[in-house]
């Protein structure tokens, strides 16, 4: 058997990371990696998480149980309030589903097994997404049997949204359609809309009937605050726009290998809450029977202890400060320094960890090739690559590249 299982190739990204990795050259520089560095380019565990890690160890009545199927109670719980508001009515009616995943990638599974199931279709089973998105959600939905289709996001022109292109396509789509959105920090773009232009698309979407599936990997990476980066999902709950939303503590916690995540259905009524958890459930049993204990009691910790949880508000400061900090410097070497032709603004006006610069494939090569920056060809760069000691020779490769 497997005679004729064919040889894939392997992921971009793994790959771009070992051949940095085998690069001698003492200027390299890792700007595919989408984990945050510290400025000396080193992981950086939160001090939070690490008194957090204390407190779990120092626990004696701390056990190897299985949690129930949907998870620790206590961290989805806290989880629901972080991502829809501690205040929120959905909440507080009882008509959100919460589960425990595995991390981010987890919840857009369950969340996209759960729909291919349950969602009832206007037209054929498929799921807008961004053009372009993170790789991973084509592979997810295709998984189970959900077509992946793209709707226009990014306008290469601009560097910035194709917001006509996209209400165009919220617009010509048949009536109640799956639309994923990015809920802050667009991956790979960093483009995101403006609160006025979230607003009409979430009318249009109301309109239509479609549904919104977020996915949420970077609240409060985003900006540094956790209630402006969660602002878009609690808008188009207000309005009441249907929707799930997929989330991870893998960036804003720094807990990537530990594979905490939740996914939050939010349903019209208690009742159809109650049945939506009880499928949740069965899915979930079926896959993985119930989630890992470890990575959600640092997370639950941290968010049901005020103190921890002020705390943890500060590290993700430090962490979208530093990122921030670094868009501005690159912005301010190439345009006040070096003058390198062509407009940047769109590095500051970017938000997340990554950021299209907007040079091609040829140049993106070129850059590998010539200058040792590792970065993947759509000319995406991971912000939290930069420091202050490899920024200034970043940027006069950059610049280098772009005069050709
Ligand atoms: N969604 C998006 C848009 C992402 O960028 C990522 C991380 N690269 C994820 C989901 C999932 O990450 P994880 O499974 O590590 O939480």
């Not at 565990?45 to 199927?69: C, F, G, Q, R, T």
């Not at 719980?77 to 919460?98: C, F, H, N, W, Y």
């Not at 609690?234 to 290998?257: D, I, T």
Request: charged fraction near 20%.
């Amino acid at each position: 058997s497997w005679q004729t299982v064919p040889l894939a190739p392997p992921d971009s990204i793994f790959k771009l990371t070992a051949a940095y990795k085998v690069d001698k050259f003492d200027k390299k520089i890792n700007l595919g990696v989408g984990a945050y560095r510290d400025n000396d380019n080193k992981p950086w565990v939160l001090p939070v998480v690490k008194k957090a890690n204390e407190l779990l160890l120092s626990n004696p009545n701390i056990d190897h149980e299985y949690l129930p199927i949907t998870g620790l109670p206590e961290f989805t719980s806290a989880a629901a309030k972080l991502i829809l508001g501690s205040d929120s009515p959905a909440i507080k009616e009882g008509r959100v589903s919460s589960v425990q995943t595995i991390s981010g990638t987890g919840a857009n599974h369950l969340g996209a097994l759960f729909v291919s199931r349950f969602y009832s279709w206007g037209g054929d089973k498929e799921v807008f997404l961004s053009d372009p998105t993170w790789v991973n959600h084509h592979a997810i939905f295709k998984n189970v049997g959900v077509t992946p289709k793209t709707y226009p996001y990014y306008d290469p022109a601009t560097i910035g949204l194709d917001y006509d292109g996209l209400m165009a396509s919220l617009n010509s789509a048949p009536p109640r359609s799956i639309y994923l959105l990015h809920a802050c920090a667009h991956n790979p773009t960093g483009v995101d809309p403006t609160k006025e232009q979230w607003a009409k698309i979430a009318d249009l979407m109301l309109e239509k009937g479609h549904y919104a599936f977020f996915d949420c990997a970077y609240q409060g990476f985003a900006s540094g605050d956790l209630e402006g980066d969660a602002w878009a999902v609690r808008e188009f709950v207000r309005r009441g726009v249907s929707l799930l939303v997929c989330q991870s503590f893998a960036k804003n916690a720094g807990l990537y290998g530990e594979r905490v995540g939740a996914l939050h259905v939010v349903s019209p009524t208690q009742e159809t809450g109650a049945r939506v958890t009880s499928q949740l459930s069965v899915l979930q049993r079926s896959e993985i029977s119930n989630p890992p204990t470890y990575g959600a009691r640092i997370v639950s910790l941290i968010l049901n202890d005020p103190a921890l949880f002020e705390e943890w508000k500060r590290d993700i400061v430090t962490m979208a400060g530093r990122i921030i900090e670094m868009r501005k410097q690159l912005h301010h070497l190439l345009t006040v320094e070096l003058k390198t032709p062509g407009n940047w603004d769109h590095i500051v006006n970017q938000i997340g960890m990554f950021s299209f610069t907007g040079i091609n494939p040829e140049q993106s090569k070129a850059l590998t090739e010539k200058a040792h920056v590792y970065l993947t060809v759509n000319g995406r760069i991971s912000m939290a690559g930069l420091n202050t000691h490899n920024i200034r020779y970043f940027a006069e490769s950059l610049d280098q590249t772009v005069r050709g």
